[in-house]
């Protein structure tokens, strides 16, 4: 397989928490999800803790046979905690309390002093680096100054983007990044917002080696199962009826 796929069971985690219940669980999933041939798993610890919780990476850091792919904002709690956990990759995303999901990617040309630190830390205990980063040229070549290893092209405005001429733009500035990244040394991972629809044409551009997935395939695997879900609790109920009193 040329293209590894990281699956994100982020929101597996985000049905749990918003029952409170011990179910779903994102560490299950992981394991479906490499069984199922994910070459990886990915999650975000959000500092609102909002899906995924330590528990659930501690776990996984155990259990996950493929790449671990930790995300997290450069915060000194998340450097911390992720130079302590050592996941295979640490992917340094922006983060903002009252966005829905991460909205862009890191401004790793502004944030030099905060980012140059945190990526030598993390790289110093044997982490490998990734930055999300949109794909234009001074971000790319900040992130390469960083001593990042890898970016990963932030894909959400080219999955926005309405139109012929919108995507074919969004999927130019993509390939550039890709292009400029690689002629840097950097592996070229690519993710956010895309589904079975819009992913050939990421997975079709020179240079990108991993993609990171998730709301697309957890919204699909819930219509998929729910056949099978909905046959398992009627065996249970009719198992119920059965053994009724008279
Ligand atoms: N890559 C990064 C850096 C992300 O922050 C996210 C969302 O957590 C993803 C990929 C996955 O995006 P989506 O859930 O839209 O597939």
Request: aromatic fraction near 2%.
């Amino acid at each position: 397989m040329e293209i590894a796929l990281h699956v994100n069971v982020d929101h597996v985690a985000t049905l749990r928490q918003a029952r409170g219940t011990p179910y779903p669980d994102p560490v299950e999933a992981a394991l479906l999800c490499e069984r199922a041939g994910a070459d990886g798993v990915t999650v975000h610890l959000r500092e609102d803790r909002r899906h995924i919780q330590p528990r659930d990476v501690r776990v996984l850091r155990e259990v996950v046979r493929g790449t671990f792919n930790l995300e997290c904002a450069a915060t000194e709690a998340m450097v911390a905690f992720a130079c302590e956990l050592r996941p295979d990759q640490v992917t340094l995303v922006p983060e903002r309390r009252e966005e829905r999901t991460t909205e862009g990617g890191l401004d790793a040309q502004g944030q030099r002093g905060v980012l140059e630190p945190v990526v030598a830390r993390l790289r110093g205990v044997g982490i490998r680096v990734s930055l999300f980063i949109a794909g234009d040229p001074a971000q790319v070549d900040a992130a390469a100054q960083l001593g990042a290893e890898q970016v990963e092209l932030h894909t959400g405005d080219y999955a926005n983007a309405r139109g012929d001429a919108a995507v074919a733009r969004e999927l130019d500035a993509l390939f550039q990044g890709a292009g400029r990244a690689h002629a840097q040394g950097l592996r070229v991972a690519a993710g956010h917002g895309l589904t079975t629809r819009n992913v050939p044409a990421v997975a079709a551009l020179p240079h990108v080696v991993e993609l990171n997935i998730g709301h697309a395939v957890i919204s699909e695997a819930v219509l998929v199962g729910l056949p099978e879900a909905v046959h398992c609790l009627r065996e249970a109920i009719a198992r119920g009826y059965r053994s009724r009193r008279p």
